[in-house]
């Protein structure tokens, strides 16, 4: 029995292989899309224009040379400028012979758009910032400790002149970053622009996440700031209490020396009930919950 089934089976692979070899030595017609490719560019010179960037090909040819490429073969329409700058309008069909891929083995029926509109430029080039491109989700409980540095911040690009003064930065690709809790150190691609050459290919993404976190900081004594000689600002209480959120490894090396509270005289000559708001300056990536009290009265003496 198990001789048997080896038997049909052999029989059905050969079957199988014969009909698939005299259906691929038939002829065939299809229809592809290649991307064209501009050749034999003069030196320091690019694509400035090009009214299409791909072109439809009906071709014909056998079966297997079909096959290969709707198996995802990498084709080309190249289309030689013979180191000629300029505005140009060429009929596609021109170029057949350039294509060594299409007249070895198919036969172009049909080449859709029939024409091309192009120019050939010189190339300059142009500094602007890279920009970063992805959204960030943090886990519930932590979040930035750092900012987000991006290196390099400024990419060199290259291309024709129209186009440089089009652009005025440079995107990484888009990425998405979800539930983040540790560091975060990647590097990303940069994006592609058409007809722009790009200094680099990659940049590195670079940001501290911590667990976020609640500190108290007592008896912050507030300044006095532009007093003017023979006068005075007194302030009661001279003392405040206040509470920051952040990074617990940031809030863990903060003091009352690292954050400022104080009023301003000329502020305080503004004021009308005779209190005040203190002004804060906090450490960067943190932010104030509460201050206690929130508003201070104060005395202006002259002598």
Excluded at 161 to 172: A, C, F, G, H, P
Excluded at 249 to 268: E, F, H, Q
Aim: charged share 25%.
């Amino acid at each position: 029995m198990k001789k048997k089934i080896i038997t049909i089976s052999l029989i059905a692979f050969f079957s199988i292989g014969l009909w698939v070899s005299v259906a691929l030595s038939e002829i065939y017609v299809t229809t592809i899309q290649v991307p064209i490719n501009f050749d034999d560019l003069p030196q320091n010179y690019s694509v400035g224009y090009s009214s299409i960037n791909s072109v439809y090909l009906q071709v014909k040819g056998k079966g297997w040379e079909i096959a290969k490429l709707n198996l995802g073969g990498e084709y080309d329409f190249n289309l030689p400028v013979h180191r000629r700058p300029g505005k140009h309008v060429n009929n596609l069909s021109d170029f057949i012979e350039s294509n060594t891929w299409l007249t070895s083995s198919f036969q172009v029926l049909e080449i859709s758009p029939a024409q091309i509109e192009y120019e050939i430029e010189k190339v300059g080039s142009k500094r602007v910032p890279l920009i970063k491109n992805f959204k960030l989700d943090f886990k519930p409980g932590y979040g930035p400790a750092s900012k987000i540095k991006i290196s390099p911040e400024t990419v060199v690009i290259y291309g024709p002149m129209n186009l440089l003064e089009k652009i005025d930065s440079v995107r990484t690709e888009y990425r998405e970053f979800l539930n983040v809790s540790d560091d975060v150190k990647i590097d990303l691609p940069i994006a592609v622009l058409d007809g722009i050459a790009v200094s680099g290919k990659k940049c590195s993404i670079e940001f501290e996440v911590q667990k976020i976190v609640e500190k108290s900081f007592k008896e912050l004594v507030v300044e006095t700031r532009n007093v003017p000689k023979l006068k005075s600002l007194i302030l009661y209480p001279s003392k405040i209490n206040i509470v920051l959120r952040g990074g617990i490894n940031k809030l863990g090396r903060l003091t009352n020396d690292s954050i400022k509270a104080y009023v301003d005289y000329w502020s305080a000559l503004k004021e009308d009930s005779k209190t005040i708001v203190p002004a804060l300056e906090i450490p960067p990536f943190t932010t104030v919950v509460n201050t206690q009290p929130k508003k201070l009265e104060y005395i202006i003496k002259q002598y």
